[in-house]
């Protein structure tokens, strides 16, 4: 026979599910929801299944350099957790001074949190290979033209063309170097210095830029005939410590970046630059 107690404390707890069924409902919901948060992260950590795959990032730099787009474009990388690697894509004859420094710095800021891959199509020169020359890998194809690093200023003088035009002109400026690089004249013999001193400058800054990015000492690097404006073909470059090896295809160098990302194929996806979105 069921002594009376133990009916007694049945019957309170049927009573406690029918005076609470809230409560109870509460309880399986949230039993629910973390069996079902386990069988989500198992799925995606064993399978795959769910959660986002890895990006490998691929930034263009394509024609001149001549605003800070490029720049833009790089730094949004930076700010998409989900990138496992960055590939920078160049075909450029390099740019305006400005630009291409600013397109570096974006470059070197993005390689110190996230492996970064540089691939120099047909050109890779003056300010484009400055800005490649910030990566941690530098590839080229066997044919790319690369180096001819420089700087170039050129003052273009109608001052003839006016004279013998009878074109009259009348300047109101604040100082003698106002009009500096103005049609109407050429440079005085002082400018010329003041002008080769400017341009020597931006090239010391230059090199000093990609010796430390290659980890090539000045003194070698002053030695080598791109200092000079010339180009080396790509498999030139390569012992010449300016790039690290030759690829055939851009896809190549995805490949590459990813491996040295520890992914294989299939458990990463290529994404555009312009396409990361930016919250």
Not at 23 to 38: C, D, E, H, P, R
Not at 147 to 160: F, Y
């Amino acid at each position: 026979m069921k002594n009376h107690k133990e009916i007694a404390g049945r019957r309170r707890e049927r009573s406690w599910v029918v005076e609470n069924p809230y409560k109870t409902i509460s309880i399986l919901l949230v039993v629910f929801l973390v069996l079902a948060g386990i069988y989500y992260f198992a799925r995606s950590d064993f399978t795959g299944g769910t959660r986002e795959k890895p990006k490998i990032a691929v930034a263009e730099v394509e024609g001149v350099i001549e605003n800070f787009e490029p720049a833009h474009r790089v730094s949004t990388i930076a700010k998409d957790n989900s990138v496992a690697a960055a590939v920078i894509e160049i075909d450029s004859p390099g740019g305006y001074v400005s630009p291409s420094f600013q397109l570096e710095s974006a470059i070197s800021t993005l390689s110190e949190n996230e492996l970064t891959v540089g691939v120099v199509g047909q050109l890779g020169a003056s300010g484009a290979y400055l800005a490649a020359s910030a990566v941690d890998n530098l590839y080229v194809h066997h044919d790319s033209l690369v180096g001819s690093l420089g700087v170039i200023a050129v003052w273009v003088s109608l001052e003839e063309y006016y004279e013998n035009k009878g074109i009259e002109h009348y300047v109101f400026q604040t100082g003698p170097h106002k009009d500096l690089f103005a049609p109407w004249r050429g440079p005085t013999e002082n400018e010329k210095r003041m002008i080769q001193n400017k341009i020597y400058e931006i090239q010391n800054r230059m090199l000093n830029t990609v010796s430390q990015n290659r980890s090539i000492p000045e003194n070698n690097l002053h030695t080598l005939k791109v200092v000079k404006g010339e180009v080396v073909r790509g498999f030139q470059a390569v012992p010449m410590d300016l790039a690290d090896g030759i690829v055939n295809t851009y896809e190549e160098a995805i490949r590459k970046a990813a491996e040295e990302a520890g992914l294989e194929e299939g458990e990463y996806k290529v994404v555009s630059a312009e396409n990361i979105a930016v919250s």
